[in-house]
């Protein structure tokens, strides 16, 4: 009786044992069933990062190819292919070209996936997007798939091109004489004239009213080696090539009329017959690279404003007035843009066109860009003002009434300035001659400023007239492109050209790549 009692126990002892070690059994198999499953999540979303990796190196690899390829392309090109004829040298115009074709073939969206497909899933692949973000500045971002698992990584890149070093002929020879005034005959003034700096002549020996000058006055200027300083030559009118009309809803039949307010994105050089703006509207055109718009007849009404806006510093518009251009009181061109982001030519190669002077003497015109008028005459109207350089291939600049400018630079090698009224120059002035009526001038006084940016501000007495931190201009109508043509480094006539280095370009990573949200 006692025996099947402990028989009893026994059984009941060993099925609690087997629970007992069942349950421990099914945990240890939980347990490690959700350490298998964790370690595979892990090690997918560490799959995804290597993919959305993958994808970037791929995609830089691309890149590479293409900006080496590119620059062989754009190295072979002769200069009249290039397009960017303002600018002064072939290799400013190469390496617009090469940016200009770099963004067409780098920016954009692309998808990588060449990946091996696994045993549980064939979805696996990297979304990659290249964005501009500055002349010759990239953005890499690849995004890798592995399913519904998503992760992001971006690298920033810099492709430089590298100007080579080369000696060429070009325009004088002898650079830019650093004078307040320098005329290449007389200075023929009878009132109020004051040089703030240095006041020359080039080959004449008399001045008819020696003008109060800080730094006395040189008549003839001679360089070191004793020689008369010549006038330097004016850089190369532009000759552009045959342009198709402008593409865009507000242009009819290549006619564009403004009558509201409106801006208008370009992307590449186009043409207009004829551009109307209505008085008190403005038409801004939006640019993120250099343009060049031709308009063979512009009209800008009273108050009326054309400007350009960008956010590239290194874009600026050529606008190209071939035939005519009518102004009314206070025309405006680029008024709240930057200066240096509009050249303004004037001229044709077509001896029938661009004949009529530069605006018109009755009325007052605020220009806030650089300007090159090719042979016609320049009239300004009283109250006028221009921000920028000023070049010119007439025979006259004629101001009548008060009127200041702010330059970097006046070059009219053969032009005669000409007052009637007050007159206030704020930078470099070189002409042919300057005069002022016989009988002198009357209720005005004529100033001229030599105004040196690159001095700190804080020593700078005239730094109201320079932009900080001060970087010299370098587009078609500057003192820089003037410097480059007359200095030996032109590009204007047939002589060797003697390479010290040639053009190159550098591909470079900014920084490391980093995971983004």
Partial sequence: MGHKRESGYMLVGTILAIVILSVVGLSLVAVSFNSVKTSSAERDYQAVYYIAEAGLNYQLNQIEKVASDTFEHVMTLKENELGYNTEPTI?????????????????GEYTYNRFEPTMFTNSIKALIEVNHTGQGKYSIVSEGHIDNDVRKVQQEINIEWIEGEYIESGGTGDGVPEYALFAKEDIDVRGSFIVRGAPAGAESEQITTVPSSEKGVHLPAKNESGELIRVPELPPFPNLPKLHCLENPLVNDCVLEIKTNHELTIDENSKLD?????????????????IDLQIERLRIGANANIKVETTNRDAYLNLHIEDELTTEQNSQINVGGKWEQMNVFYGSYDENKGKNPFVNENDAININASIYVKDANIHLGENSQIRGSIFSGGKFITSHGAFTTVTQLVLAPHATLEFFGSVEYYGMIIVRSIKAGEEGIKGGAITFTYVDCTIPPHLNIYHNFCTYPYEEPTGPISLHAVKEFNSGNGSNDNSEVEVIREDEFNLEKVGSIKEIN
Avoid: A, G
């Fill in 274 to 290: 004829e551009v109307i703006i209505e008085p008190n509207q403005t038409i801004t055109f939006i640019i993120d690279r250099p």
């Fill in 91 to 107: 290799h400013k115009k190469r390496m617009l070209k090469y940016y200009e074709l770099l963004d067409k073939k780098i920016i």
